[in-house]
């Protein structure tokens, strides 16, 4: 059985007494939810605050990216071991808009999997195709080389750590969430390409979200689904009222 695993991840938005505001709001609603997994993801520089908002509570706190080294002259980037300093349990590595808008290649991705793994970092490994992927009948092919890619040097007990995420690019912030069939297909994709490299049960228990325009309307019905174990959040993340309403979803689908 897979725990369900919801997290926000804010992008760069709120500000800092907004952030706040927020975490108070989920940690008063959900703070000792058991059943579910929760975690946030502000932008780095209200990460200390809304951990320490959140301190005793089950909601973890995760970053939305990291730089592979851990310290030197690397002018505006972030180590890992500073994140685990402020509180932080998760990051955020290969998000679409770190490939597509910030030019983050698979290398670098993989990099960054196996620098946050040593640190004591939980990645969520994010990928997904392009519209134009998907038309053209590449989905698979993209998926499974972002995914071979990305956790190439990854130890079956490192995975244990390792939350994956599908975001088709063509559902981000567009509002056009994939169907709940499509989604299965490509969570069911990505589950067999994590047996063929691992294990059966490998592939069994690693928690595979869904991101990309998931809303308290269509939560249900996409998390109901086998193989989809949660879900990345942006845009609905955002605010209390919606955010909670995709946690009492999956409240309400656990398996
Ligand atoms: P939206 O929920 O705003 O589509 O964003 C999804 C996402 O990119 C989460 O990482």
Redesign the pocket.
Known sequence: MRQLFVAG?W?MNLNGRQGIELAEALKAEFGDLEAVRLAVCPPFVYLKAVADALAGSAIGVGAQNMYTESEGAYTGEVAGPMLLDVGCRYV?LG???RRHVLGEGDGVINAKVLRALEFGLKPIL?LGERLEQREAGETEDVVSGQLRAALEGVSAAQMAEVTM?Y?PVW????GRTATREQAEEVHGILRGLLAGIYSAELAERTIIQY????KPENATDLMAMPNVDGA??????LKADAFAGIIRAACAVSK
């Not at 559902?171 to 567009?174: K, N, Q, S």
């Not at 990345?232 to 993340?237: D, E």
């Open positions: 991840n992008k955020i998000h679409s808009e994010c995420a975001e559902a981000i912030g567009t991101g990309g325009s998931v990345l959040v942006g845009g609905a993340s």
